[in-house]
Nanobody, 121 residues
Framework: QVQLAESGGGLVQPGGSLRLSCAASGSIFSINAMGWYRQAPGKQRELVALFTSGIRTYADSVKGRFIISRDNAKNMVYLQMNSLKPEDTAVYHC????????????????WGQGTQVTVSS
C-alpha cells in the first residue's frame, strides 16, 4: 500500500521557524495533490497548505509565513514555517492524493500519522 512519513516537528519559540518533511512510499503510480493539514486540541482538522498542478493554496492564517514545496522525483512535500505563533501549535498531518499501481484509475486520499508542532516560550 502507501505510507506517508512526516518529520521535522518539535518545540520552537514564538517567531521561530521549523521545516516539515513528508515522504510518500509504496506502490505509487502517480500523485496529484500533496499538502499539509493540522489539528489543534479540541478543534477540527484544517487545511494549512496544498500543492496541486503547480498551484499553491494556503490558509489565510499562514499566508506570508508558510511556504509549501514539492519534490516530485522523490514523492516528497515540505512545509517551511516561519514567524511561528502559539496558535500554530497543532499536530500537522501530511496529505496526498495517490493513484496506485494496478487496481482502478481513481485517486485515493492518504494521510500521515502526524507530527507535533508546539510554539511556546
Amino acid at each position: 500500500q502507501v505510507q506517508l512519513a512526516e518529520s521535522g516537528g518539535g518545540l520552537v519559540q514564538p517567531g521561530g521557524s521549523l521545516r516539515l518533511s513528508c515522504a510518500a512510499s509504496g506502490s505509487i503510480f502517480s500523485i496529484n495533490a500533496m499538502g499539509w493539514y493540522r489539528q489543534a486540541p479540541g478543534k477540527q482538522r484544517e487545511l494549512v497548505a496544498l500543492f496541486t498542478s503547480g498551484i499553491r493554496t494556503y490558509a489565510d492564517s499562514v499566508k506570508g509565513r508558510f511556504i509549501i514545496s514539492r519534490d516530485n522525483a522523490k514523492n516528497m512535500v515540505y512545509l517551511q514555517m516561519n514567524s511561528l505563533k502559539p496558535e500554530d501549535t497543532a499536530v500537522y498531518h501530511c496529505y496526498a492524493e495517490i493513484r496506485l499501481y494496478g487496481g482502478t484509475q481513481r485517486y485515493g486520499d492518504y494521510w500521515g500519522q502526524g507530527t507535533q508542532v508546539t510554539v511556546s516560550s
